[in-house]
Structures are given as structure tokens and as C-alpha cells.
């Protein structure tokens, strides 16, 4: 619209014109800034602003782009982010469209391993309390890895060379890549419905953070908590620390200590059996010697404790004797003491009260007997 020669510009007019304008100058840049007001919202798109000290940027990562990231956005983190600038014209307001983000100061998968490592931790899932026991003679091995990799090959070789015949059933799945990490729970789950699986191997050879992925994903993680048979988890190699190693049952540094770890060897077991047998041929000689040897002793000490026991009554019964013969009415009288009845009931004189002059009386010394008759009672 023209007036006076001069151009007057409609809202939408001047929002399109701004637009293009900062799109076509701002249309591939990386700024960093710090994360806050983060809102995930239930279309999965994610609003948030990037500010610094002295200013502040509306932002939005569409679905499409976030469902890519492994780790968890929060406030307060520092990002760089890459995208470009576009306006929301409805408001006029110019914000960051972003494609990409990285944590400032630490790779986005080492944030994922230690945001995942630490929300799984408060959930109990690393308790040694919930960790099963590896069985020691395991029937049957399960196995879940690649079919075609190293890996496989070496514990394969190791389980043959230590006990040549084991059952060995391969789960198989992909241990790397997009969809590894599905392929790796659902394997885990197949031989959980078998049930006749007693032990599991989950692992993979070394390589890289990002080549080991797979068992940092969460769903891995839960599925080897959630089996009902014990799991070893054995990735990389003896430096490399995955999800899937603190959640497991066991963990080994490769695969091939895994396939030490599940089960002994078969010449050591032999062996063992060798003892157990010669024991138990030369355990009843043994324990006849064992058991005369016993009776031997039992009998001394029995002999030894009856003749104590024996000891201790002869003392006892010299002691009662002695004190029987002190007490005694023969003894008194042999002091010169003597006893008098009254005929002829025999009854013992204590007084003169009961006699009259005329009754007969008898009286007994140390030595002999005498009657006599009661002429006077004084």
C-alpha cells in the first residue's frame, strides 16, 4: 500500500520479509548457551530457551530431529545446538529451529551412559541383592550375540575346550547399529520362554563407545533384569564398562573369560570326582579306626572316672562311719555313761517321775547287763 509515496508495510507483510531475511543469513548456524524453561511436550516436540549472560533465545527441536539424541535434556545444562533461524509468525517472533545437539564439555553419548547409569542405579537395578547365582555345572548355555562375529567364535572354542559336548543354543542378534539394541531384549526374551536355558552370554567384541551402544539402551538394560535365568554380560574388552555389565548377573571382561566363568572344565571336574570316589572308598577304614580309637579313649576315661567316683564314696562312707560312732549310745557308754529301762515295757528312764519304789529295773553298761528294784524315789 502507497500513500503520499510512501510504502506502508501490513504485519504479515513485514513478518515474511523479516523471515526471509534471517533465514537466508542464519539458515546453517551453531550456538551454545545454557538450557532453561525446557518443556517436553505430548506431541514430542521439545520448547525450551539458550541463554547466556545477557541474552536469550526462543529454540524448538521438532520430533523428527530429538527422537535421535541418547541423552536427557535438562535445565540448566550447556548445549551447542545447530539449526537455523527462522520467525513464528503468528507472534513475530524470531527462535532457533534445531537438527542437532551436543552437551558442552562432554560427548551426548558419555552424558546418555551417565544419565541412564545413574536414573537406573536409584531404581535398584545394579543391587547385588537382585543378582542371581551363575549355576556351576549349566546343562544348557545360551548364548546371544552375532552369529558371524569374532565373539562367537571364540567362546565356542573356549566352551569346547573345557568341556567338549556342551549344549550351546545361539540366540542371535545384531550387536550393532540402529535396531541392535530390540534385537538384543528380544533374544534375551526368547531364550527366557524356552525354558530350559541355564545360563546366558550377552556380549559382543571391542570397538568403540559408539560400536557398543547397544548394551547402554535402556530396553537392554531392563531385559537382562528381568530374566529369570542368570546373565553374564561380557562386552568389549577388559577396559570397556557398558549398562549391561552393571545390570548383569556377572560380568566378564570379554567374551572369552565369559566362556571360562560359566562352566569348569571337564578334566578338573573329573578329577574332582577321582577324589571324591577314592574318599569315599577309604572313608569307612577310616572311620572304623576313627570310631575304635574313640571307644578306646571313652573307655579310659570311663575306668579313670569310676574309680574316682568309687574314690569319693569310700571317703564319704570313713566320714559317716566316723560320725556314726561318735553318735552312737554304745559309744557314750563307753565313756562310763550307762542306760536304765523300766521292766517290763523296756521304756528308757529319763526321770525318776515314773517310778515307784518296787519297780523293776534294768540297766546297761559298756559291758553287761543288771536288774534291780527301786527301794526309794528321792
Same mark, same amino acid.
Given at each position: 500500500?502507497?500513500?503520499?509515496?510512501?510504502?506502508?508495510?501490513?504485519?504479515?507483510?513485514? @513478518?515474511?520479509?523479516?523471515?526471509?531475511?534471517?533465514?537466508?543469513?542464519?539458515?546453517?548456524?551453531?550456538?551454545?548457551?545454557?538450557?532453561?524453561?525446557?518443556?517436553?511436550?505430548?506431541?514430542?516436540?521439545?520448547? =525450551? @530457551?539458550?541463554?547466556?549472560?545477557?541474552?536469550?533465545?526462543?529454540?524448538?527441536?521438532?520430533?523428527?530431529?530429538? &527422537?535421535?539424541?541418547?541423552?536427557?535434556?535438562?535445565?540448566?545444562?550447556?548445549?551447542?545446538?545447530?539449526?537455523?533461524?527462522?520467525?513464528?509468525?503468528?507472534?513475530?517472533?524470531?527462535?532457533?529451529?534445531? @537438527?542437532?545437539?551436543?552437551?558442552?564439555?562432554?560427548?551426548?553419548?558419555?552424558?546418555?551412559?551417565?544419565?541412564?547409569?545413574? %536414573?537406573?542405579?536409584?531404581?535398584?537395578?545394579?543391587?547385588?541383592?537382585?543378582?542371581?547365582?551363575?549355576?556351576?555345572?549349566?546343562?544348557?548355555?545360551?548364548?546371544?550375540?552375532?552369529?558371524?562375529?569374532?565373539?562367537?567364535?571364540?567362546?565356542?572354542?573356549?566352551?569346547?575346550?573345557?568341556?567338549?559336548?556342551?549344549?550351546?543354543?545361539?540366540?542371535?542378534?545384531?550387536?550393532?547399529?540402529?535396531?541392535?539394541?530390540?534385537?538384543?531384549?528380544?533374544?534375551?526374551?526368547?531364550?527366557?520362554?524356552?525354558?530350559?536355558?541355564?545360563?546366558?552370554?550377552?556380549? %559382543?567384541?571391542?570397538?568403540?563407545?559408539?560400536?557398543?551402544?547397544?548394551?547402554?539402551?535402556?530396553?537392554?538394560?531392563?531385559?537382562?533384569?528381568?530374566?529369570?535365568?542368570?546373565?553374564?554380560?561380557?562386552?568389549?574388552?577388559?577396559?570397556?564398562?557398558?549398562?549391561?555389565?552393571?545390570?548383569?548377573?556377572? %560380568?566378564?571382561? @570379554?567374551?572369552?573369560?565369559?566362556?571360562?566363568?560359566?562352566?569348569?572344565?571337564?578334566?578338573?571336574?573329573?578329577?574332582?570326582?577321582?577324589?571324591?570316589?577314592?574318599?569315599?572308598?577309604?572313608?569307612?577304614? &577310616?572311620?572304623?579306626?576313627?570310631?575304635?580309637?574313640?571307644?578306646?579313649?571313652?573307655?579310659?576315661?570311663?575306668?579313670?572316672?569310676?574309680?574316682?567316683?568309687? &574314690?569319693?564314696?569310700?571317703?564319704?562312707?570313713?566320714?559317716?562311719?566316723?560320725?556314726?560312732?561318735?553318735?552312737?549310745?554304745?559309744?557314750?557308754?563307753? %565313756?562310763?555313761?550307762?542306760?536304765? =529301762?523300766?521292766?517290763?515295757?523296756?521304756?528308757?528312764?529319763?526321770?525318776?517321775?515314773?517310778?515307784?519304789?518296787?519297780?523293776?529295773?534294768?540297766?546297761?553298761?559298756?559291758?553287761?547287763?543288771?536288774?534291780?528294784?527301786?527301794?526309794?524315789?528321792?
Amino acid at each position: 500500500m502507497v500513500k503520499e509515496g510512501v510504502y506502508i508495510y501490513k504485519v504479515r507483510e513485514l @513478518t515474511a520479509g523479516i523471515k526471509a531475511v534471517l533465514e537466508d543469513t542464519f539458515s546453517n548456524i551453531w550456538i551454545e548457551g545454557e538450557i532453561s524453561n525446557f518443556i517436553s511436550h505430548s506431541s514430542g516436540h521439545f520448547y =525450551f @530457551t539458550l541463554k547466556d549472560d545477557k541474552s536469550e533465545l526462543k529454540c524448538i527441536f521438532f520430533k523428527g530431529h530429538n &527422537e535421535k539424541i541418547k541423552f536427557e535434556i535438562k535445565d540448566g545444562m550447556h548445549a551447542v545446538c545447530f539449526g537455523k533461524i527462522g520467525i513464528y509468525e503468528k507472534r513475530g517472533q524470531y527462535q532457533l529451529y534445531i @537438527t542437532r545437539m551436543e552437551p558442552k564439555g562432554i560427548g551426548a553419548l558419555q552424558l546418555a551412559f551417565e544419565q541412564l547409569k545413574e %536414573r537406573l542405579f536409584k531404581e535398584g537395578l545394579f543391587d547385588e541383592s537382585a543378582k542371581k547365582p551363575i549355576p556351576v555345572l549349566p546343562g544348557r548355555i545360551g548364548i546371544v550375540t552375532s552369529p558371524t562375529g569374532a565373539a562367537i567364535r571364540d567362546m565356542l572354542h573356549v566352551l569346547d575346550k573345557r568341556f567338549p559336548g556342551v549344549e550351546v543354543l545361539i540366540s542371535p542378534s545384531r550387536v550393532q547399529g540402529e535396531s541392535a539394541a530390540e534385537e538384543i531384549a528380544r533374544a534375551i526374551h526368547d531364550l527366557n520362554k524356552l525354558g530350559n536355558v541355564d545360563v546366558i552370554i550377552v556380549g %559382543r567384541g571391542g570397538g568403540s563407545l559408539e560400536d557398543l551402544w547397544a548394551f547402554n539402551e535402556e530396553i537392554v538394560a531392563r531385559a537382562i533384569y528381568n530374566s529369570k535365568i542368570p546373565i553374564i554380560s561380557a562386552v568389549g574388552h577388559e577396559v570397556d564398562w557398558t549398562i549391561s555389565d552393571f545390570v548383569a548377573d556377572k %560380568r566378564a571382561p @570379554t567374551p572369552s573369560v565369559a566362556a571360562e566363568m560359566v562352566i569348569i572344565k571337564k578334566s578338573d571336574l573329573l578329577e574332582k570326582l577321582d577324589a571324591i570316589e577314592k574318599q569315599l572308598k577309604d572313608y569307612p577304614l &577310616e572311620a572304623v579306626k576313627e570310631l575304635e580309637q574313640r571307644v578306646d579313649e571313652l573307655e579310659k576315661d570311663l575306668s579313670l572316672r569310676f574309680r574316682h567316683y568309687m &574314690e569319693l564314696k569310700e571317703e564319704n562312707f570313713k566320714s559317716l562311719s566316723e560320725k556314726v560312732e561318735i553318735l552312737s549310745p554304745l559309744s557314750i557308754l563307753s %565313756r562310763g555313761y550307762s542306760v536304765s =529301762f523300766k521292766m517290763p515295757g523296756r521304756e528308757i528312764l529319763k526321770n525318776v517321775s515314773s517310778l515307784k519304789k518296787g519297780d523293776a529295773i534294768e540297766t546297761r553298761l559298756s559291758k553287761g547287763i543288771f536288774r534291780s528294784k527301786i527301794e526309794e524315789v528321792l
